[in-house]
Protein backbone atom coordinates (compact mmCIF):
# COMPACT_ATOMS: atom_id res chain seq x y z
CA UNK A 1 0.00 0.00 0.00
CA UNK A 2 1.55 3.62 -0.94
CA UNK A 3 -0.50 6.91 1.30
CA UNK A 4 0.09 10.07 -0.77
CA UNK A 5 0.00 13.40 0.77
CA UNK A 6 -0.44 16.51 -1.41
CA UNK A 7 0.16 20.34 -0.24
CA UNK A 8 0.92 23.50 -1.76
CA UNK A 9 -3.12 24.28 -3.63
CA UNK A 10 -4.43 27.64 -3.85
CA UNK A 11 -5.28 30.99 -4.98
CA UNK A 12 -2.94 32.24 -7.47
CA UNK A 13 -3.55 35.14 -10.22
CA UNK A 14 -3.01 34.40 -14.13
CA UNK A 15 0.73 34.84 -14.94
CA UNK A 16 1.94 33.27 -11.36
CA UNK A 17 3.28 30.53 -10.16
CA UNK A 18 2.68 27.46 -7.55
CA UNK A 19 4.69 24.31 -6.37
CA UNK A 20 2.71 21.58 -5.48
CA UNK A 21 4.09 18.37 -3.28
CA UNK A 22 3.26 14.92 -2.98
CA UNK A 23 4.50 12.74 -0.04
CA UNK A 24 4.60 9.18 -0.32
CA UNK A 25 4.74 6.84 2.43
CA UNK A 26 4.64 2.98 2.68
CA UNK A 27 6.17 1.00 0.27
CA UNK A 28 9.37 1.56 -1.36
CA UNK A 29 8.53 5.03 -3.05
CA UNK A 30 11.87 4.27 -5.59
CA UNK A 31 9.79 1.24 -6.95
CA UNK A 32 7.03 3.53 -8.86
CA UNK A 33 6.35 6.12 -11.10
CA UNK A 34 4.56 8.86 -9.86
CA UNK A 35 1.86 11.28 -11.57
CA UNK A 36 -0.15 14.17 -11.07
CA UNK A 37 -3.75 14.23 -12.62
CA UNK A 38 -6.47 17.28 -12.49
CA UNK A 39 -9.85 17.57 -12.69
CA UNK A 40 -11.82 20.88 -12.84
CA UNK A 41 -15.37 21.57 -11.81
CA UNK A 42 -17.74 19.32 -14.64
CA UNK A 43 -14.94 17.82 -16.15
CA UNK A 44 -13.25 14.50 -15.89
CA UNK A 45 -9.61 13.83 -14.59
CA UNK A 46 -7.07 14.51 -16.65
CA UNK A 47 -3.16 13.88 -16.81
CA UNK A 48 -0.96 16.30 -16.22
CA UNK A 49 2.97 14.93 -15.92
CA UNK A 50 4.20 12.06 -15.05
CA UNK A 51 7.57 10.64 -14.02
CA UNK A 52 9.68 7.29 -13.54
CA UNK A 53 10.88 5.85 -11.15
CA UNK A 54 14.49 6.82 -11.65
CA UNK A 55 13.30 10.61 -12.45
CA UNK A 56 14.98 10.23 -15.93
CA UNK A 57 11.91 10.21 -17.89
CA UNK A 58 9.24 12.59 -18.22
CA UNK A 59 6.34 13.15 -19.54
CA UNK A 60 3.46 16.20 -20.06
CA UNK A 61 0.39 16.72 -21.20
CA UNK A 62 0.22 19.33 -24.20
CA UNK A 63 -1.72 22.20 -22.30
CA UNK A 64 1.06 22.38 -19.47
CA UNK A 65 3.76 21.42 -21.68
CA UNK A 66 6.43 24.44 -21.30
CA UNK A 67 4.85 25.68 -18.25
CA UNK A 68 4.53 22.81 -15.73
CA UNK A 69 7.55 20.54 -14.38
CA UNK A 70 7.73 17.59 -12.48
CA UNK A 71 10.48 16.25 -10.32
CA UNK A 72 11.04 13.73 -7.56
CA UNK A 73 13.46 13.33 -4.49
CA UNK A 74 13.66 9.43 -3.90
CA UNK A 75 15.85 10.34 -1.04
CA UNK A 76 12.95 12.09 0.69
CA UNK A 77 10.09 10.33 -1.02
CA UNK A 78 8.54 13.62 -2.57
CA UNK A 79 7.22 14.30 -6.18
CA UNK A 80 6.75 17.82 -7.20
CA UNK A 81 5.05 19.85 -9.74
CA UNK A 82 6.46 23.13 -10.31
CA UNK A 83 3.57 25.41 -12.03
CA UNK A 84 4.31 28.45 -14.16
CA UNK A 85 2.35 31.00 -16.06
CA UNK A 86 -0.93 29.73 -14.42
CA UNK A 87 -4.02 30.04 -16.73
CA UNK A 88 -7.86 30.39 -15.36
CA UNK A 89 -7.99 27.24 -17.17
CA UNK A 90 -5.85 25.50 -14.98
CA UNK A 91 -8.20 25.83 -12.10
CA UNK A 92 -8.82 22.15 -10.79
CA UNK A 93 -7.95 19.78 -8.14
CA UNK A 94 -4.80 18.63 -8.22
CA UNK A 95 -4.10 14.57 -7.65
CA UNK A 96 -0.92 12.82 -7.33
CA UNK A 97 -1.02 9.43 -8.23
CA UNK A 98 1.57 5.96 -8.12
CA UNK A 99 1.79 3.14 -10.03
CA UNK A 100 4.69 0.58 -11.03
CA UNK A 101 3.59 0.60 -14.43
CA UNK A 102 4.59 3.85 -16.50
CA UNK A 103 1.97 2.71 -19.03
CA UNK A 104 -1.01 2.19 -16.15
CA UNK A 105 0.20 5.10 -14.21
CA UNK A 106 -1.08 7.70 -17.36
CA UNK A 107 -4.40 5.67 -18.01
CA UNK A 108 -5.40 4.08 -14.21
CA UNK A 109 -2.69 4.22 -11.22
CA UNK A 110 -3.83 2.19 -8.64
CA UNK A 111 -3.22 4.69 -5.97
CA UNK A 112 -4.45 8.34 -5.32
CA UNK A 113 -4.06 11.28 -3.37
CA UNK A 114 -7.10 13.48 -1.76
CA UNK A 115 -6.65 16.45 -3.58
CA UNK A 116 -5.50 19.50 -3.46
CA UNK A 117 -7.43 22.68 -4.83
CA UNK A 118 -5.40 24.94 -7.30
CA UNK A 119 -7.59 28.22 -8.15
CA UNK A 120 -5.78 30.48 -10.71
CA UNK A 121 -7.69 33.87 -10.93
CA UNK A 122 -8.07 35.73 -14.04
Known amino acids: QVRLVESGGGLVQAGGSLRLSCAAS????????MGWFRQAPGKEREFVAAISWSGGSTSYADSVKGRFTISRDNAKNTVTLQMNSLKPEDTAVYYC???????????????WGQGTQVTVSS
Open 97 to 111: AADSSQVKLRRNPDY
Open 26 to 33: GRTFSSYG
